[in-house]
């Protein structure tokens, strides 16, 4: 059966510190993996990932995807109070089907 | 510049009653899709569309049925709702299974 997890499902850290969120996935024939930030409404797109090894960089955020050992991270450096959302991993798979994780909430401490 | 635009944004029904969503999308995508999100539980798919015409189930389909008579609309039907479906529903698009997905601002429906 096709799955996405996330782990952990929820953190609460304090301003400055980094998080680590985690995404791994059993999926046939794997097309790309993306991360999505939902606040209050509708998800807003991060990073698209299709290549093992090449991290992307956003700011503060940055994420990495292993093809190999079927999973990525999303990492947040010195963390704000603007940071605190839920935290999605989708991947995209056999051509159309796009499932999402349970996702992971975060919530920042100031 | 309108994206993905859902209706309605709120919605309260009596259990055994019907509804429709409407998500339309102006920048032409060919695949669309329909979400609903529960607390703890992400976004589960209910139904997509490749393309006008075309139809297929997600992982949560029963209960609900979808037409894709336009390539810009993407219609989400409840027969006769019940209270399991109080949910917030969230419509989405893309191009091609190689780019992002851009979503609507949601519907939230609550079934008493």
């Known amino acids: 059966e096709d799955k996405v997890v996330q782990s952990p499902l929820s953190l609460v850290v304090h301003e400055g510190d980094t998080v680590t969120l985690n995404c791994s996935y059993e999926?046939?024939?794997?097309?790309?993996l993306l991360w999505y930030k939902q606040e209050k409404k509708a998800p807003t797109f991060l990073f698209m990932l299709t290549s093992s090894g090449i991290e992307k960089k956003s700011g503060r955020l940055s994420s990495i995807l292993d093809k190999k050992e079927l999973f990525s991270i999303l990492n947040i450096t010195a963390t704000q109070t603007g940071d605190s959302a839920i935290y999605l991993c989708?991947?995209?798979?056999?051509?159309?089907?796009?499932?999402f994780g349970a996702g992971t909430t975060v919530t920042v401490r100031a | 510049n309108a994206g993905v635009t859902q209706t309605p944004k709120f919605r309260v029904l009596k259990t055994g009653q019907s509804m429709t969503l409407l998500c339309a999308q102006d920048m032409n995508h060919e695949y669309m899709y329909w979400y609903r999100q529960d607390p703890g539980m992400g976004l589960r798919l209910i139904h997509y569309?490749?393309?006008?015409?075309?139809?297929a189930k997600g992982e949560v389909p029963d209960g609900y049925n979808v037409s894709r008579l336009k390539k810009q609309n993407f219609l989400l039907g409840l027969e006769s709702a019940a209270p399991s479906q109080t949910s917030v529903y969230f419509c989405a698009s893309r191009e091609g299974y190689g780019n992002t997905i851009y979503f609507g601002e949601g519907s939230w429906l609550t079934v008493v």
């Open positions: 999926v046939t024939n794997f097309r790309s």
């Open positions: 989708a991947v995209s798979y056999n051509d159309y089907k796009l499932s």
């Open positions: 569309s490749v393309g006008e015409g075309t139809t």
